[in-house]
């Protein structure tokens, strides 16, 4: 079976850019987190969505946003983007419940 | 909120050493635990999960207890390899705290191990 899977691999935009990352969770999984990981530090928790619904929200601008699809794949979306933002954007899918979270390689975003 | 606090790194070691990566929590509710690992260039992968005070996880010769009392999930192993060489992220998720489930992620510890 394929693990998580995101596109692109890697991406570059100017400041001011939108951009839109994908993701495609294992096979049975309904339960899909974005998260962004800065050089050097920890992923932090930006979105979880279920059954297509937005359960959860971390500490992020409204300028980020995201939707999932019914097949269960997951786009996220940044407006009017910031040097700040340029990191490492990490794709998670699970199973209900306290399962183990599985993560895609990434999607390195670079703002110049 | 729920936060994580792991040991600053790099921890370099010799072959064959004694490892030990500390690792305390800040949370809720009732959290499960886990420890990721990163090898470079890759993405995260599980390394081991307890999900209420008392499990042990293990794998690969990695051990993790949870400890309810002191709010820890130390990582321990044995004898370290070279091929161990990684960053390790100490997270926990906690779903009956009424939060979001995502994951809370330590700042990570860079682990070197020298041959």
């Known amino acids: 079976d394929a693990g998580v899977t995101q596109s692109p691999t890697h991406l570059i935009k100017t400041r001011g850019q939108q951009v839109t990352l994908r993701c495609s969770p294992i096979s049975g999984h309904k339960s899909v987190s974005w998260y962004q990981q800065v050089l050097g530090q920890g992923p932090q928790f930006i979105f979880q969505y279920y059954e297509k619904e937005e359960r959860g929200r971390g500490n992020f601008p409204d300028r980020f946003s995201a939707r999932q699809f019914p097949n269960y794949s997951s786009e996220l979306n940044v407006n009017a983007l910031l040097l700040g933002d340029s990191a490492l954007y990490l794709c998670a899918s699970r199973l209900t419940g306290p399962t183990e979270a599985f993560f895609g390689q990434g999607t390195r975003l670079t703002v110049v | 909120g729920d936060s994580v606090t792991q040991m600053e790194g790099p921890v370099t070691l010799s072959e064959e050493a004694f490892l030990t990566i500390n690792c305390t929590y800040t949370a809720t509710g009732y959290p499960s635990l886990f420890w990721y690992v990163q090898y470079p260039g890759e993405g995260l992968q599980l390394l081991l999960k307890a999900t209420k005070a008392d499990d042990k996880g293990s794998n690969k010769g990695f051990e993790a207890t949870y400890r309810k009392e002191t709010t820890s999930f130390h990582l321990e192993k044995g004898s370290v390899q070279v091929s161990d060489s990684a960053v390790y992220f100490c997270?926990?998720?906690?779903?009956?705290?009424?939060?979001?489930?995502?994951?809370?992620f330590g700042k990570g510890t860079h682990l070197i191990i020298q041959p």
């Open positions: 997270a926990l998720s906690d779903l009956r705290g009424g939060g979001a489930d995502g994951l809370t």
